[in-house]
């Protein structure tokens, strides 16, 4: 696993910073960088499961199971990868799911005078860095920009 980190600061209290991270129609719009169709089941409540799914080209359902691991409001929100999606099927072993079971996505909101910086650190797998590297930039402008409007 690699340590990725990306931040960025935005005009707008933490408080407001992680409601719209997390509210389901403003998640749908900044997650689109990493999928059109990016969406989530289930919710942010330490200890919940949740699915984050989205369609591929094909129209095929894909996507992660994972368990909020940590969720201080307004502070800190801790994702562990448990399983992928694929079609029906929800997978929590084997190979393809071996490469990302136990990775962590961590939000980081800190309070800069009325500002926020919000700090992504996440496990990714080698294959998807260069991806990871060139979306998540593109993710946290729309991010900030939904929370600046």
Do not use: Q
């Not at 999928?35 to 942010?44: D, L, Q």
């Not at 079609?87 to 909101?109: I, R």
Request: glycine fraction near 8%; charged fraction near 35%; charge should be negative.
């Amino acid at each position: 696993m690699e340590k990725l980190h990306f931040e960025t600061e935005i005009t707008a209290k933490p408080a407001r910073v992680f409601a719209v991270m997390i509210d389901p129609e403003h998640y749908k719009e900044w997650t689109s960088e990493f999928n059109p169709s990016s969406r989530y089941e289930g919710t942010w409540e330490k200890g919940a499961t949740i699915r984050f799914i989205g369609a591929d080209e094909k129209g095929n359902t894909g996507g992660m199971i994972a368990r909020i691991k940590d969720n201080v409001p307004d502070k800190f929100i801790s994702i562990e990868h448990l399983g992928i999606i694929s079609g029906d099927k929800e997978l929590t072993e084997g190979p393809e799911v071996d490469a990302w079971k136990g990775a962590l996505e961590n939000y980081t909101f800190e309070d800069k005078d009325g500002k926020t910086l919000l700090k992504v650190d996440m496990d990714a797998n080698a294959d998807f860095e260069k991806y990871f590297l060139e979306t998540w930039p593109k993710a946290l402008a729309r991010l900030k920009s939904i929370c600046e409007s």
